[in-house]
């Protein structure tokens, strides 16, 4: 009978444990170090991993195998074969009381590769990752003392983020599965205190007291993204509870004549509700790539997280005219923005072309024919009188529907102006970047509206791209920062 033979050894605990994060929720994994190596009993991996592990005597060493994959690892060497390519460990197999040990790295080296479903050994961060989770490394640094105080958080791979900020904190929630945080910086100037754990995906910063509102901005590359915080300093506040009453003013003579007009409003219309439309749906699928991307469904993709990122960071009610996958007119399109009196509708689409040379992002903004353009320049509305039951009359605006959006064609061509620049930012653009165009989803639409060709799924690269989270994250908040900018164009005072 032969008997495998390895070193003896003694192991301690390490100061923190590993943890293994995966679907099924989050687990400690018990290891241990010998001479400063951290190992993980042979046994235990079998049974996080479903291995089957058995003597090899030819080998000298042992065999572990999943699904007809094997490694043979030595007894006496710091190596292993994989499927017949051989890795090099830090340290050889050891024997601890009666278990056999591998050195930790043994999982992503050996068992990673043989593997079904993705492993992820993070030893910085005490993370052993299994499967496609969404797990980002976030950075928090303060990069200016000041007052102002600025920090910056990074997230990387880009994601999604929501943010949440008044006068005593900050709080920065990423769009993951779980975050692998940074050690955070220590407090400093307007920042008493910031926390970041793998149990949420926030970060919170508290601010101290002299602190004032701060100001929260967010861009996106390709790798990752990131928030900047600006701290200012409140505004001082004079305490006149002591100081002594001013002197009385004489009195103003009465006012003879007629009262003076009322003055007008200083702020323009608001933002409160936004339509989304989502192109196409049920049996319209739309363009559909080579590898069979639907139109249809990155669109609805695309949207459904546009909408998460509006109403988490500008508290503007989003409505969608799909959230699934079924057919809608263009006229019933129209008549959703229409009904909720929304202040912006946005269409999303994406497009095709005969050559699969074709990429890039297009938006659109509607152009009128003849009568709509006599209907523009007349406001586009007649009035209709008609009676109360209280007794008299009221007068309301009559709009041909397919004339609706000539009022608004010029905030329109703002708000596709504003959308092209920030897409620019962000990703490649088409060969005609912004259009007009006759397009019937705009036409019926009683507020600005703007659509947006988000790639061509006829380009094979373009197909490929388009449906990864952070080409899509990019085009996300690319089209959110020209929604900021269109806000404050609508609620900026009229210019005198």
């Known amino acids: 009978m032969l008997v495998l033979v390895v070193p003896h050894a003694q192991g301690t605990a390490p100061p923190s444990p590993l943890t293994l994060i995966s679907r099924d929720g989050r687990r400690p ?29 030819l080998a000298g ?48 080296r050996a068992v990673a590769p043989i593997y079904d479903t993705p492993i992820d050994l ?24 000041g007052p102002p105080t600025r920090a910056t958080i990074e997230v990387t791979p880009a994601l999604l983020v929501s943010q949440a900020a008044d006068a ?14 940074a050690p955070p910086p220590a407090p400093a100037g307007l920042i008493d205190q910031i926390q970041t754990g793998t149990q949420t995906t926030t970060v919170a910063i508290a601010l101290n007291a002299r602190a004032g509102t701060p100001r929260v901005s967010t ?64 049996d319209d699928n739309g363009v559909r790539g080579p590898k069979g991307t639907l139109e249809k469904q990155v669109a609805l993709e695309v949207a459904r997280k546009l909408k998460t990122l509006i109403e988490t960071r500008l508290g503007v009610r989003v409505v969608m005219t799909r959230d699934e996958d079924r057919s809608v007119s263009p006229d019933e399109r129209d008549a959703i923005a229409n009904n909720s009196k929304a202040d912006l509708f946005l269409s999303l689409h994406a ?17 009128l024919d003849r009568a709509g353009e006599e209907a523009r320049r007349s406001t586009a509305a007649t009035e209709l009188v008609l009676p109360v039951i209280s007794g008299g009359t009221r007068p309301i605006d009559v709009i041909p529907w397919d004339l609706a959006q000539a009022a608004h064609v010029d905030a329109s061509s703002r708000f596709a102006s504003m959308l092209e620049e920030e897409l620019e930012k962000r990703g ?10 006759p397009m019937r989803v705009l036409s019926g639409a009683n507020m600005p509206a703007a659509l947006v060709e988000i790639g061509y799924l006829t380009s094979a690269d373009q197909e490929r791209s388009i449906q990864s989270a952070d080409v899509q994250g990019g085009l996300v908040q690319g089209i959110y920062d020209a929604i900021v900018r269109f806000r404050a164009f609508l609620e900026s005072p009229p210019s005198q």
């Open 29 to 57: 994994v018990p290891t241990t170090l010998v001479n400063g190596q951290e190992f993980i009993a042979l046994d235990d991996l079998a049974s996080l991993f479903q291995l089957a592990v058995r003597d090899d005597a």
């Open 61 to 108: 060493g042992v065999t572990v195998s999943y699904k007809g994959r094997t490694i043979v690892a030595s007894a006496d060497q710091p190596m292993a074969s994989v499927n017949g390519r051989v890795v090099t460990l830090p340290a050889a197999m050891t024997r601890v009381g009666r278990r056999l040990f591998v050195p930790v790295d043994f999982i992503a």
């Open 122 to 145: 993070r030893r910085a961060s005490r993370l052993l990752i299994v499967g496609n989770i969404r797990v980002a490394r976030v950075t928090t640094r303060i990069d200016a003392v």
């Open 168 to 181: 005593g904190r900050v709080l920065v929630r990423v769009e993951a599965d779980v975050i692998d945080p």
């Open 219 to 282: 861009t996106t590359t390709t790798e990752s993204t990131r928030v900047t915080i600006e701290v200012p300093l409140a505004a001082p506040s004079q305490d006149t509870s002591t100081a002594p009453p001013p002197p009385a003013l004489p009195a103003l003579p009465a006012p003879t004549g007629p009262a003076p007009p009322a003055l007008p409003a200083l702020s323009g219309p608001k933002l409160q509700t936004m339509v989304i439309d989502p192109g196409h749906g049920g």
């Open 351 to 367: 497009n095709g072309a005969p050559s699969a040379d074709v990429k890039g992002t297009e938006v659109y903004y509607l152009r």
């Open 428 to 437: 490649p653009m088409g060969p005609r970047p912004l259009q007009q165009a």
